[in-house]
């Protein structure tokens, strides 16, 4: 049963570029949700998707933003990079609204962003 | 206030101890907890969730919840080097959204 899985593994960007982050979630999962870490810290919540819809959005702004694809896989696009969006990048895959349970998050191993 | 806390450590506690870790939480509307360990470089591994008030076990690991005081906690039993990493206790509301504390270290010294 494969697990979440993240690409790219590094990812090294200059301020003002573009970046596409991609997730796969794991097995029977249809909700993906997005975490950016910073060193030190806890995950922040970006965004969550389900259905192929932005189901919930925390405190980031517009320059990020998401998809879902048909069979559940999602993007996070960052615009106009930042050096404070240098971050750990966290993908998490659960079972969606009206499932059994208690939504458990899994994550995915990650992708390190860094800005320069 | 912050909407979890935990106190950022480093926990130290000799191999085979008990380790306690505590998180508090600000929404009384939170309705289930999670408890994530992180190693230095990898990403959370989900060890825990409880969500009705009492103790929830599983082998070593024991969740403690508390909901009018707005309380968990995560007991670690014959704790083990293998243990030492970063505890992430993390809440959910009415929606799918996880909110994470900074997290707890912990060092198990042999």
């Known amino acids: 049963d494969a697990g979440v899985t993240q690409s790219p593994t590094h990812l090294i960007k200059t301020r003002g570029q573009q970046v596409t982050l991609r997730c796969s979630p794991k097995s029977g999962h249809d909700t993906v949700s997005w975490y950016q870490q910073a060193l030190g810290q806890g995950p922040q919540f970006i965004f969550q998707y389900y259905e192929e819809e932005e189901r919930q959005r925390g405190n980031f702004p517009d320059r990020f933003s998401g998809h879902q694809f048909p069979n559940y896989s999602s993007e996070l696009n960052v615009n106009a990079l930042l050096l404070g969006d240098s971050a750990l990048y966290l993908c998490a895959s659960s079972l969606g609204q009206g499932s059994m349970g208690y939504n458990e998050q899994f994550f995915g191993p990650g992708t390190r962003l860094t800005v320069l | ?110």
Not at chain 2, 6 to 24: D, H, K
Not at chain 2, 63 to 73: E, I
Not at chain 2, 79 to 84: A, G, V, W, Y
Request: proline share 5%; charged share 20%; net charge neutral.
């Open chain 2, 1 to 110: 206030q912050k909407e979890v806390e935990q106190n950022s450590g480093p926990l130290s506690v000799p191999e085979g101890a008990i380790a306690s870790l505590n998180c508090t939480y600000s929404d009384r509307g939170s309705q289930s907890f999670f408890w994530y360990r992180q190693y230095s470089g990898k990403s959370p591994e989900l060890i825990m969730f409880i969500y009705s008030n009492g103790d929830k076990e599983d082998g070593r690991f024991t969740a403690q919840l508390n909901k009018a005081s707005q309380y968990v906690s995560l007991l670690i039993r014959d704790s083990q080097p293998s243990d030492s990493a970063t505890y992430l206790c993390a809440v959910r509301g009415g929606t799918d959204k996880l909110i994470f504390g900074t997290g707890t270290r912990l060092q198990v010294f042999p």
